[in-house]
């Protein structure tokens, strides 16, 4: 069953009575234990939405999108809540804790309550949201989607992981397919039917694609036989949906060495009937399942193909191209998948500092009551708790900005306004995945540090958040390969054609909100780190016609350091946003001061360590590449 609003269905929480009472005793576990739960942060979501980008503004801009109104919003976002918070939030520890099992056959079994779970998640409705009305679609704007998402991969990344994989086969097939292959394949992926993966590590071939050995060779019927083994498959097996269909980087007989030979095909786990309906099993079985530090809820598969019939999707040797699509949208939710950690770690910090008595406050007693403070109260605990808040918070604002410009991408009629959203978009998407992954990492660390001994053992929960987070740095492209990424390609590459537009952005912004006096320290400093990101890339341009590595030494560097600049963008948006809802009254001023005063930490406590930054990129390679390799001796 589904409610309305306008011509939009929204998906309802109907959960079976056995759901129910599997949740409940889950949840009642959880708390008499005290381990950490999920409370949707709506209220900072609908600043975002509303004070800080103008949502419903913004959609009335979108011939596409001009009947997505307040109402439509709200209602996807209490129901989105509900399902998060009462079906997903308590299967995070049982998956963690019972992990999933391979069966002698070579399926996967989920751990308990996933699959009902996912069930429950396809009957509302869900997995449709913001996909194509060709293929049964509900057609909302990519930035509602990513509202949804971060709702569930924050209350439980592993058990989001199996159908968020499924949206960038869906867009992969979409704009790389054939019209046979989208009739196959589109209606099962967009309604949750069927689910997708991405199939590119092999033993020896994980960032260098190129060395990939997986063959596709071509048999009389038109089709594929797909030979070769696949690592680190995410939700690459499991019991969820009808079927699973992988999407496969592999190389055809007589194809170019290299990058340049590499195709796409499509592998479904059962080959479809003409008629739709699944037939025979496929030659593609899981190996192995690996043992994992975390995301124990998600199969990582090691997948075999014998001979396993697949599909190729566009022309040969230009599958990297094509991958790039799945990449980038899978670069992105790791991205969420940051500040689904940073946020979680918020949460919990929070709600144990304001119970945790230890020692008196350094300023005088405050609980006079008891017989000491809250931790709360002593500054180190602030410190990193103010820090989670502002990765979470302002991590929240960047990611939804990169989903307005998707909307823009997909769905505007003007072609200028595309162009300049792909733009952004492509210079956002590696910032967003490696910044919001190693700050969520951060955010994680802190949260356990905030519960001192009793983070490091397992019954609080803290410690799986720990563990869940490290693998976001790592997959998609590790935090090295991004900033390679921004640094050598997206801005070197262009000789700073694409860095030109940001730093404007930036300097533009500071101009228009000059007026208000309460920025102006704010404004003063991102003007002045701008003019610094400017000089900086112009300085490793010109070391670089030297000598190759200057890229690759400061590369990391140089992507955190656009990470902390365009944060401070966001908070002095967001200081901005509140200062104006406080002159025009709001029964919220707390909030709005909250906002306020976390900019202000922000800027005061962390966007100096940009300073040490321009100190290690602006200082070479020659320290990191003087050493012989034979002087690494143990």
Same mark, same amino acid.
């Given at each position: ?453 009793? *983070? #490091? =053992?397992?019954?609080?929960? !803290? ?5 869940? &987070?490290?693998?976001?740095? +790592?997959? /998609? %492209? $590790? ?83 656009? *990470? #902390? =600049?365009?944060?401070?963008? !966001? ?5 901005? &946003?509140?200062?104006?809802? +406080?002159? /025009? %009254? $709001? ?48």
């Amino acid at each position: 069953m589904h409610g309305r609003v306008g011509l939009f269905r929204i998906p309802e929480l109907h959960p079976s009575k056995h759901m129910v009472q599997l949740c409940v005793h889950m949840y009642a576990e959880m708390r008499e234990a005290g381990m950490i739960t999920y409370k949707a942060p709506l209220r900072d979501m609908r600043f975002v939405m509303q004070d800080l980008l103008n949502f419903e503004k913004h959609y009335q801009s979108l011939p596409a999108c001009d009947e997505v109104n307040q109402e439509l919003i709200d209602a996807i976002l209490g129901e989105a809540s509900r399902f998060s918070e009462e079906i997903v939030a308590p299967l995070n520890a049982v998956g963690d804790e019972a992990g999933c099992e391979m069966l002698e056959d070579g399926e996967v079994r989920t751990p308990p309550g996933f699959k009902e779970a996912y069930q429950q998640y396809v009957e509302g409705g869900w997995p449709s949201l913001e996909l194509s009305a060709r293929y049964g679609g509900q057609d909302l704007p990519m930035s509602l989607g990513t509202t949804v998402r971060e709702m569930n991969g924050t209350a439980n990344w592993s058990w989001s992981m199996y159908p968020g994989l499924s949206h960038g086969a869906v867009e992969t097939i979409d704009r790389h397919g054939s019209d046979e292959q989208k009739a196959m394949f589109m209606e099962p992926l967009v309604s949750g039917r069927w689910t997708g993966t991405m199939c590119l590590t092999e033993a020896q071939s994980g960032t260098d694609l190129g060395l990939l050995k997986t063959k596709a060779e071509p048999a009389e019927d038109g089709t594929y036989r797909i030979t070769g083994s696949k690592l680190f498959v995410s939700s690459g097996e499991h019991d969820l949906a009808e079927n699973i269909v992988h999407i496969v980087l592999a190389r055809i007989p007589g194809s170019p060495p290299g990058t340049k030979g590499i195709s796409l095909l499509i592998v479904p786990k059962f080959i479809p009937n003409d008629d739709g309906t699944i037939g025979a099993r496929n030659n593609v079985l899981c190996g192995a399942l690996e043992r994992k530090m975390g995301i124990h809820g998600n199969a990582t598969c090691l997948l075999n193909f014998d001979g396993a019939t697949g599909y190729l999707v566009g022309e040969e040797n230009k599958g990297l191209n094509y991958m790039f699509t799945f990449m980038n949208f899978a670069r992105l939710g790791t991205g969420l998948q940051g500040l689904a950690h940073s946020e979680l770690a918020f949460q919990s910090s929070v709600s144990y500092a304001r119970e945790r008595l230890q020692m008196r406050s350094l300023s005088g007693p405050k609980n006079l009551d008891g017989p000491a403070d809250p931790i709360i109260v002593h500054p180190d605990v602030r410190r990193m708790i103010l820090t989670q808040k502002a990765f979470a918070e302002g991590g929240r604002a960047l990611i939804y900005f990169a989903s307005t410009q998707g909307d823009i991408l997909t769905k505007s009629e003007d072609p200028e306004a595309r162009e300049l959203a792909n733009h952004v978009l492509s210079f956002l998407t590696p910032i967003i995945k490696a910044f919001l992954t190693e700050t969520g990492f951060e955010s994680a660390n802190l949260g356990l540090q905030c519960f001192g001994g009793h *983070g #490091y =053992v397992q019954e609080w929960g !803290v410690e799986q958040n720990v563990r869940d &987070a490290r693998i976001s740095m +790592l997959y /998609e %492209g $590790t935090t090295g390969i991004q900033a390679l990424d921004l640094l050598g390609r997206k801005v070197l590459g262009t000789r700073g054609k694409a860095l030109a537009p940001v730093t404007a952005f930036v300097l533009d912004f500071c101009k228009r909100s000059r007026n208000r006096k309460e920025l102006r320290p704010f404004l003063k400093t991102l003007v002045r780190l701008t003019k610094e990101w400017k000089s900086l890339t112009r300085k490793i341009g010109f070391t670089a016609m030297r000598n190759r590595d200057a890229v690759g030494a400061a590369s990391v560097d140089y992507i955190m350091f656009s *990470g #902390y =600049v365009l944060l401070g963008v !966001v908070w002095a948006a967001s200081a901005r &946003a509140a200062y104006r809802r +406080l002159e /025009e %009254g $709001t029964t919220e001023e707390a909030f709005y001061r909250a906002k306020i005063q976390t900019a202000e930490f922000y800027f005061a406590k962390i966007l100096p360590r940009t300073t040490t930054l321009l100190e290690t990129m602006s200082a070479g390679p020659e320290s990191l590449m003087k050493m012989e390799e034979d002087q690494f001796v143990f």
